[in-house]
């Protein structure tokens, strides 16, 4: 007999909210949460789809920590610290106990990693699929959140590690043949995201805005010009692109509109470019500039000759 609701809260979720003494052992209806007068409360919101965001034969440990860290990279994408979280696990008749301890231990290794606690949610019943919702609330200093609107004309247009990654291990899980060695850094790379956490708070008061690729660099740099009314070009043969991914037929394609990078894609004014190499250490991460921001709308990408390419495909949308 599978564990019933409350059994499950309490054998695998209440242990999770241990050390944060406003989730009242999970034992109410609500949390109690401190914000100090100082700080300004950030809160974020992402669900994942099983079929959809992950795999039905990715491991549950994984399914976890992707579930929280792409809520984290919201965090790190307005240059906040993570607090909290709530969670709702919509499960099917299949899902089996094994499967929801793999997934509360994964939760478990993850929010210790990243310094933070359940503090409640919700379980209910679904014909399927699995369905996974997460809240997660951090903290900024007041004032100091990255945006998407405040990019000017003339700035730098930055992105941390390398693009194309995760969309590259997706299409290996779905049968794409590579040499084998290759197969390990990319599915990683889509099974578990690295929100960029250190480096959001190391850009407070230096990026005008901020954004993490989450549905392609190309519809997410849109956003960020539709929010700040720019536009901008970027440079082809600038993006980022890993040893594993680099060889690869369709890596800059993967690179421009693949989406799942969860790296952090943001502009800088230029007076701070020299800045760039002290930001990529303190955060322990690659930065490349890959484009400039421009008066005239819209988004641009130019070719290694320095020609505008026509582009197909943006990016993910839902809808």
């Known amino acids: 007999m599978s564990l019933g609701e409350f059994e499950l809260i309490a054998r695998l979720l209440r242990p999770l909210a241990s050390g944060f003494p406003g989730a009242l052992e999970l034992g109410d209806d609500a949390a109690l949460v401190e914000v100090p007068s100082d700080r300004q409360l950030v809160v974020a919101k992402d669900a994942i789809v099983e079929g959809v965001h992950f795999l039905p034969d990715d491991p549950p440990e994984l399914v976890a920590g992707k579930l929280l860290r792409v809520n984290l990279s919201d965090l790190a994408a307005m240059g906040a610290d993570p607090l909290a979280y709530l969670t709702v696990i919509a499960r099917p008749p299949h899902l ?84 084998e060695e290759l197969v390990p850094p990319l599915v990683e790379r889509y099974r578990t995201p690295r929100p960029r956490l ?15 690729v989450s549905d392609g660099l190309l519809a997410d740099l849109g956003h960020v010009l539709e929010r700040s009314s720019v536009g901008a070009e970027i440079e082809l043969a600038r993006l980022p692109l890993s040893e594993a991914a680099r060889g690869l037929p369709g890596a800059r394609s993967c690179a421009l509109s693949g989406g799942d990078d969860y790296e952090l894609l943001f502009t800088l004014p230029q007076q701070h470019e020299g800045l760039l190499p002290e930001l990529a250490t303190r955060a322990g991460v690659p930065i490349a500039v890959i484009g400039r921001t421009t008066t005239e709308p819209g988004l641009r990408v ?7 390419m026509t582009i197909e495909r943006t990016g993910w949308r839902h809808f």
Do not use: K, N, Y
């Open 198 to 212: 250190a480096l959001g708070r190391a850009l407070r008061g230096l990026a005008s805005a901020a954004i993490d």
């Open 96 to 179: 089996e106990d094994r499967w929801l301890e793999d997934f509360a231990r994964g939760l478990a290794d993850d929010q210790a990693r990243f310094g933070l606690h359940l503090i409640g949610g919700d379980t209910v019943a679904t014909p399927g699929p699995l369905l996974l919702s997460l809240t997660v609330l951090g903290l900024v200093p007041r004032g100091a959140a990255l945006l998407r609107s405040g990019a000017r004309p003339g700035e730098l247009v930055c992105v941390s590690g390398t693009l194309g990654d995760a969309a590259m291990g997706l299409r290996i899980l779905r049968g794409l043949a590579v040499p």
């Open 302 to 308: 130019l070719d290694p000759e320095g020609r505008p």
